[in-house]
């Protein structure tokens, strides 16, 4: 029985299985940081590389805080006003967090997250969860509990209804000042709180990721220009159009879930990108798009 109670999650999550667990971004496969057999199962059955490190999961400020070493007063700043909610934070961390959670490198990157039952979870088990997102590595990430039976017939997953932010959370590095994956939390909103100037970086590469991540089955393909979108598709009669809604935040909630419907009945993905949508509420979601599509009609080979 792949869809399981809150109880039976936590006995999984004691026992050594991973769990697929809800979050307010995208769905996560969880195992607790102290149980490397798990871990590495998750990396199996994503078939992702053990040099893509893992987001640590903490349910309060004092568990978030262990994980680093010396933590820093900027990390209780945006914790007051981030937290709980879809914000890493990647920061110098204690030897003890094991190296394949960081893939060897120095620092961790922990968030506490929305979902209730997520952070209940972490109470019970009483150590932070890793979880990357419940996807095969590259592939778009889970919103719904069904998104990730459709991947993983026979992993556990706790239904928490649709992800309400839709994407994945911002990465922020905190002693370089750069953001390495841009989310609902935007440089803007991290400067007004930490009065200093954040930049995104400039690839916007965390370690791990590739150009081609979020892929779907079939290609998309992205038009700024709704005529060259129409002569695409009566030219394409396999190829459906994919409405993205006209405001970011649902647009956000809604753009994986879209896809992948789309994906499932088509051999082409067309979508429109408004230019007018510009603006530094649009740049998590145009990220996505860009690693996502095969080719953006407009801004052609910038990915
Ligand atoms: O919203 C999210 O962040 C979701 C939910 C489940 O929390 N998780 C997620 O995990 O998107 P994942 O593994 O799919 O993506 C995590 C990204 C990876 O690209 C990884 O490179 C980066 O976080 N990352 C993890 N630890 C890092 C570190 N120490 N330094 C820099 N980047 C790190
Ligand atoms: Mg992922």
């Avoid at 590595?137 to 017939?153: D, I, N, Y």
């Avoid at 779907?216 to 030219?235: A, G, M, R």
């Avoid at 994906?263 to 530094?280: H, I, N, Q, R």
């Avoid at 979601?285 to 599509?293: D, E, F, G, Q």
């Amino acid at each position: 029985m792949p869809l399981v109670s809150f109880d039976e999650a936590l006995q999984r999550l004691k026992s050594g299985s991973p769990v697929a667990l809800p979050t307010e971004t995208v769905y996560g496969l969880a195992a607790p940081i102290d149980q490397t057999k798990t871990l590495q199962k998750i990396f199996e059955l994503k078939g992702r590389p053990l040099s893509d490190p893992l987001i640590v999961h903490a349910s309060n400020l004092e568990m978030a805080l262990s994980l680093y070493e010396n933590p820093s007063d900027e990390i209780t700043t945006l914790a007051q006003n981030f937290w709980p909610g879809p914000l890493s934070v990647v920061s110098t961390k204690k030897s003890s967090v094991s190296d394949l959670i960081t893939a060897g490198l120095p620092k961790v990157a922990v968030r506490i997250p929305q979902s209730p039952l997520f952070r209940q979870l972490i109470e019970d088990v009483g150590v932070p969860l890793a979880a990357p997102s419940a996807n095969l590595f590259k592939k778009v990430s889970p919103t719904q509990a069904e998104h990730v039976l459709e991947t993983f017939p026979g992993v556990d997953v706790l239904d928490g209804g649709s992800a309400q932010v839709g994407i994945e959370s911002t990465i922020y590095d905190l002693e370089d000042s750069l953001i390495l994956r841009p989310g609902q939390v935007t440089a803007s909103d991290l400067e007004s709180v930490l009065n200093k100037k954040i930049s995104y970086s400039e690839r916007l590469k965390t370690p791990g990721s590739e150009v081609d991540h979020y892929q779907t089955k079939s290609p998309i393909y992205v038009f700024e220009d709704h005529d060259e979108l129409k002569d695409f598709l009566s030219l394409n009669s396999k190829a459906c159009e994919v409405l993205i809604p006209p405001a970011p935040e649902e647009a956000q909630q809604k753009l994986y879930g879209l896809i992948r419907e789309a994906d499932k009945k088509s051999e082409a993905l067309a979508l429109y990108f408004s230019p007018d949508w510009s603006g530094e509420s649009w740049f998590a979601l145009k990220n996505r798009l860009k690693k996502a599509s095969t080719k953006w009609y407009k801004e052609k080979n910038e990915k």
